[in-house]
């Protein structure tokens, strides 16, 4: 019997995010870097919205706590950051080497073992070992990561009592400089990608960082290529699910009844569970499996409250009509000939007023059910806007074509009095027992390479309220990422 537990890594299929590290000393690039933050990133943010395209800046000037560098966290908090960002990456030079680590945390050298060879007496920088993980040692990084070295005349520009701050902090720093910058240079010539040389003063390199960044943003997000605000919505969606299917842990039953449930005829199924056991979890990971194994099928999934406009019942109704109508109508170019079932289906056959919305949904799915099997998933009703009496759902069929199979989820309220009057069948699903707990336990931390003593593992297991997946996973969270108990009991 085939495992539920996933641990999943995946991203959106088309994520529109841009997200840049920038890497350099601190002392004497304050001037580059608030020049990048004031005008660069804002007229990028500004651009890529324009190509629905989500910009973000890594600056860790303000991003690294006191305590977390006491803890000896500077350097894998730097390393996390850019393996998120990949594969954008910008490095800044001019006369300072930068700070020289005296260890590594083991957990850093449990999960990634190249940075304890560049400790001792050829010790690197955390500039360096930012640099070599960011792009020197990923060629597949070229493209995307850009070199600036400062002229240094500049130094002549700064008043005599700060220009310490803007040299070589001594002949091993510099020479250690001067060798990060031979194999910076070497790594551009090696990949095509040319370094900027010697730029004067800070207003400079605003100019070259933003024609360099735009020039590779607007070539991956090209302004023909800027979804439509349907496609928005769908990989809103894509996203809420997938960040659902990170770790869970689920049962071969929940699985086996959603199978049989799309693969038979009947009522629509409703899914329960009281609040955070795992019902959205459960929908994304079974859809997930689904799709894959039965490419064929059409399945639209809605996440209510998952994004902005996913709680409105008329925009829901909307939504999955727009869905029908971009994957059955013919298009003139596909050389369809049969248009019988589409005829007349015109944008404004679409309607924004909410009774005649009501009113023709019920056609949109009889078209859809003449061309195939098609999958609904309305998750979490009880989420739904309290427009029109919408929680009653009084908008929803009473009736659904023999080849439209409904899934729905929700919480006890209104929407599940309203289900319950109908009669559908359900499914509930249960709280973690202490072996799942156990299970959920180890591979969440696994994502993070940390581990807990049996004694924790054992309080945390037998502890009532972590038979709620969701404030387990809380609790994991804070401990590891946040530094709460967990983090300090180990």
């Known amino acids: 019997m085939p495992d539920k537990s996933k641990t999943d890594t995946s991203e959106p299929k088309q994520q529109r995010l841009v997200r840049v590290f920038i890497s350099s000393t601190f002392r004497d690039m304050h001037a580059e870097r608030d020049e990048l ?17 989500e910009f973000v800046e890594v600056d860790l000037r303000w991003g690294i706590t006191e305590e977390e560098s006491n803890r000896g966290l500077v350097l894998p908090l730097c390393l996390d950051e850019i393996k998120r960002c990949k594969p954008y990456f910008i490095g800044l030079l001019g006369e300072r080497y930068g700070w020289v680590p005296k260890n590594i945390p083991q957990e850093l050298i449990e999960r ?25 040692n990923n060629p597949e990084m070229a493209e995307h990561a850009f070199f600036y070295f400062r002229d240094p005349a500049y130094i002549e520009s700064i008043p005599p009592e700060k220009q310490k701050d803007f040299t070589a902090e001594d002949a091993e720093g510099a020479e250690k400089l001067r060798g990060l910058k031979e194999k910076i240079r070497a790594f551009g010539v090696k990949s095509n990608r040319a370094v900027r040389e010697n730029y004067p003063d800070p207003k400079k390199l605003v100019e070259l960082a933003l024609e360099d960044l735009w020039k590779v943003i607007d070539k991956k997000f090209p302004i023909e290529g800027v979804p439509t605000a349907l496609e928005r919505e769908r990989m809103d969606h894509e996203a809420f699910a997938i960040a659902r299917q990170k770790v ?48 064929g099928d059409f399945m639209v999934f809605h996440y209510i409250g998952g994004t902005a406009d996913s709680a409105d019942y008329v925009k829901i109704l909307r939504r999955i009509m727009e869905e029908i109508k971009e994957r059955y109508e013919p298009k003139e170019k596909e050389g369809i000939k049969d248009l019988s079932l589409f005829k007349g289906t015109q944008e404004d056959d679409i309607p924004f007023d909410p009774k005649k919305v009501v009113e023709i949904f019920p056609v949109w799915l009889a078209k859809a059910a003449a061309r195939g099997r098609f999958i609904l998933v309305l998750d979490a009703l009880n989420q739904l806007e309290d427009r029109d009496n919408a929680p009653d759902l009084g908008w929803m069929p009473h009736f659904f074509p023999e080849n439209v199979r409904v899934i729905l989820s929700t919480l006890p309220g209104r929407s599940l009095d309203a289900l319950e009057k109908r009669h559908l069948p359900a499914m509930r699903v249960e709280l973690l027992s202490p072996d799942e707990r156990k299970k959920l336990i180890g591979e969440y931390l696994a994502r993070f390479t940390r581990k807990l ?38």
Request: charged content about 25%; glycine content about 10%.
């Open 248 to 295: 869970y842990i689920g049962r071969e039953a929940y699985f086996k009844r959603l199978n049989d449930h799309v693969t038979s005829a009947g009522l629509p199924l409703v899914v329960l569970g009281e609040s955070g056991s795992g019902k959205s979890a459960l929908i994304a990971n079974w859809a997930k499996e689904y799709q894959e194994d039965h490419p």
């Open 37 to 53: 933050v004031k005008f660069v990133f804002p007229e990028l943010r500004r651009r890529c919205r324009e190509r629905q395209v």
């Open 453 to 490: 003593s049996p004694e924790i593992i054992n309080r945390m297991v037998t502890a009532q309220q972590t038979a709620n997946p969701l404030y387990l996973k809380a609790l994991l969270k804070e401990g590891i990422i946040g530094g709460g108990a967990i983090g300090t009991a180990r």
């Open 112 to 136: 990634e073992p190249w940075p304890k060879e560049h400790l001792g007496e050829t010790g690197k920088s955390v500039t360096e070992l930012e640099i070599l993980h960011g792009v020197l």
